[in-house]
Nanobody
Framework: VQLQASGGGLVQAGDSLRLSCAAS????????MGWFRQALGKEREFVAV????????DYADSVKGRFTISRDNRKITVFLQMNTLKPEDTAVYYC???????????????WGQGTQVTVSS
């Protein structure tokens, strides 16, 4: 499985960004897909997850109400809409996929390369 993330960039506080992650290489039917992030000098942390059908989503407390995860199963793509960005959202964002919710939130089976998000104050 290859996960290709894109959409990062440099924005100002209060701005929005939309990250995308396209999957290829095998079917991810029934897989949960999610996003993690890692700030410089910090451990990688869970951001958001979504089930195959989209009926189950979960978010880190730090992004609830600002970030929205969605997916397009026809294109096997997951999105992360990030609104009202803050400087503390600055990090490398990684997409991931796993067959269970628990794995998707803690230790995904598949990882994509990261995309840098930088929020200036």
């Amino acid at each position: 499985v290859q996960l290709q993330a894109s959409g990062g960039g440099l924005v100002q506080a209060g701005d929005s960004l939309r990250l995308s992650c396209a999957a290829s290489g095998r079917t991810l039917s029934n897989y949960y897909m999610g996003w993690f992030r890692q700030a410089l000098g910090k451990e990688r942390e869970f951001v958001a997850v979504i089930s195959w059908g989209g009926g189950v989503t979960d978010y880190a407390d730090s992004v609830k109400g600002r970030f929205t995860i969605s997916r397009d199963n026809r294109k096997i793509t997951v999105f992360l809409q990030m609104n009202t960005l803050k400087p503390e959202d600055t990090a490398v964002y990684y997409c991931a996929a796993a067959p269970t919710l628990a794995q998707a939130m803690a230790d995904p089976r598949y990882w994509g390369q990261g995309t840098q998000v930088t929020v200036s104050s």
